[in-house]
């Protein structure tokens, strides 16, 4: 505890500086861009805008999320010498991530000196010094990396329990459903179910527990954890159909759906994205037309679908379709339907209705995210009832709107995603670094060692801080908070890539053999920053233009 690290206080002073960097910078993309409106003319520097936004809104809540405990009276001098650096080291990321784009911004080497003067580089430098990373690196060697950041008593009850059932429940297994590409066991639904996983933001009326946004964060972070694939991911796609049937559903579809869902009777697969069209979501072009059979009147689906995710084994299907076959309505001639079918534990599936309508599915071979799958499909006229069309007729048209709502969910769930990711490659590095001996010490007494252990503790501060703070403010207003979701997601998920990659360099030869878990957390992680939003899209289409608008 002797070694010097910077203060709190002057932690936000380094986020002063950024920030001031930060709003000169935003100020001149906002005239360059016109308010957003030439965002694809200026993409490199809107991605450069759009992360620093996220950095030093990271710093931000860490720092107010440190300020809060202490106030409280349960923070240590470890935990504010974690904080500190992670704030500091946000704070220099920005600086180094807006200085390449200064020039096109019409800001010279002055701006960069009245926010960073020679103080505030030498406080940088002796924030982020090597000997301030290795003293949290000896810490996480010692704890082995566990995570005890504070919260409230009913969400560390949340998270203790959640905790207790991966460990019990679901590592013992995670190894084996991703070696062997096996299905998640139904035992894992179950108990989930009976536990209340799935009805974590379905109101109390319609069956569920309804406890709010870090609640979810947690429990999927936890579970993460233990594994991505087997149950990290097991809540997110009910946790996106919930949101746009209490978005957009009738009352009577409210009361057929949601307590199922709260149950988990019914398990749903996601379906948006096509095999020619992933992040235009508004150009699919998967048909669904009015029909009927049987005398019962509906909509028929024609087309192919891709990357849906746990289609096999989902009772239902939240399938965005164009109901409108004028194609120039875009994102406006799209609506969402719930579409039936029978869960199936192969990798390929097919069901047949009596009508002859058909579905066909075909998981697709991936190196990580093993144990849900994702399936190509393909609907040959395939019945769907007209209750089935989310909103019924008001929801014609709006299925764009409702997904994009449940996608703002599904975003933060996976910022709590790469958080559990990053949690778990910790875990696993630090004990490895520990138990490892080379040179007659184990690999923890190593001064480089201790660094990288260090610098993915910070890292992972600053993923944590920002995704609970975006899950407070989505249970304030989510339209509101979509952006930051967006934010906390891009970080936590890059987090998650970088730190479990770190992680397997200090496992050194055997991070890449399956013996160990952290090859898995390794190929889990890749996934992060593709689903639920692209990167790139995240940072051009959704933060981007947020920030420049």
Not at 67 to 75: S, V
Not at 183 to 202: H, N, Q, R, Y
Not at 310 to 327: E, K
Request: hydrophobic fraction near 40%.
């Amino acid at each position: 505890m002797s070694t010097p690290h910077a203060s709190l206080a002057e932690a936000r002073s380094l986020l002063d500086a950024a920030s001031a960097l930060y709003d000169r910078c935003l100020e001149r993309a906002q005239s360059i861009t016109e308010n957003g409106k030439n965002i694809d003319d200026h993409q490199v520097l809107t991605e450069r805008i759009a992360y620093a936004a996220t950095e030093v809104r990271a710093a931000r809540e860490v720092l107010e999320n440190a300020d809060a405990i202490t106030a409280e009276g349960r923070g240590s001098a470890t935990l504010e010498r974690l904080w500190a650096t992670s704030a500091a080291e946000l704070a220099g990321k920005v600086r180094n991530r807006l200085e390449p784009i200064l020039d096109e911004l019409g800001l010279g080497e002055d701006t960069l000196e009245a926010c960073f003067p020679a103080e505030v580089r030498a406080l940088l430098r002796r924030a982020t010094s090597e000997s301030v990373y290795r003293a949290i690196g000896q810490h996480v060697a010692e704890t082995r990396g566990s995570n005890d950041t504070p919260l409230d008593e009913m969400h560390e009850q949340v998270r203790d329990q959640v905790r207790a059932f991966a460990a019990e429940e679901v590592m013992p297994h995670a190894e084996h459903i991703h070696r062997t590409d096996a299905l998640v066991p139904e035992d894992f639904i179950t108990k989930m179910a009976e536990l209340g996983f799935f009805g974590l933001s379905v109101p109390e009326e319609y069956g569920g527990v309804e406890m709010g946004n870090l609640a979810m964060v947690l429990t999927t972070e936890e579970l993460s954890r233990a594994s991505l694939a087997a149950a990290g991911s097991l809540i997110t796609r009910p946790e996106i159909l919930t949101k746009a049937l209490m978005g957009g559903g009738t009352e009577e579809q409210k009361q057929t759906w949601l307590p199922r869902l709260a149950s988990g009777e019914v398990m749903v697969g996601i379906s948006v994205t096509e095999p020619d069209y992933g992040s235009d979501v508004a150009s699919v072009k998967c048909r669904a037309d009015r029909g009927e059979v049987d005398g019962e009147e509906g909509w028929v689906i024609n087309g192919a679908k891709a990357w849906c995710t746990f289609a096999g084994r989902a009772n239902v299907l939240a399938v965005l379709c164009r109901t409108d076959p004028d194609l120039s309505k875009g994102r406006r001639g799209l609506s969402l339907l719930i579409v039936p079918k029978e869960p199936e534990t192969g990798h390929t599936f097919e069901t047949v209705q009596p009508g002859g309508g058909r579905v066909v599915g075909k998981a697709d071979a991936t190196p990580g995210y093993r144990g849900m799958h994702s399936f190509t499909l393909n609907f040959e006229n395939y019945f769907v009832p007209a209750a089935n069309l989310v909103g019924l007729e008001d929801g014609l048209g709006k299925g764009f709107y409702l997904q994009m709502a449940g996608f703002a969910a599904g975003r933060l769930q996976t910022a709590g995603r790469g958080c559990g990711v990053a949690q778990g490659a910790l875990e696993e590095t630090a004990k490895y670094v520990v138990d490892r001996k080379q040179f007659s010490q184990p690999l923890s007494d190593f001064q480089l060692t201790q660094f990288n252990l260090g610098r993915m503790a910070t890292a992972l501060a600053g993923a944590r801080a920002i995704t609970y703070q975006a899950s407070r403010e989505m249970d304030e207003n989510e339209r509101a908070a979509a952006p930051l979701a967006a934010q906390a997601k891009l970080l936590a998920c890059d987090v998650a890539v970088e730190m479990s990659q770190l992680g397997q360099l200090l496992h050194g030869g055997w991070g890449y053999a399956e013996e160990y878990p952290i090859s898995r957390y390794v190929v889990d992680a890749q996934v992060l920053p593709i689903f639920e939003g692209v990167k790139a899209i995240l940072e051009l289409r959704v933060i981007g233009a947020a920030l420049l608008a």
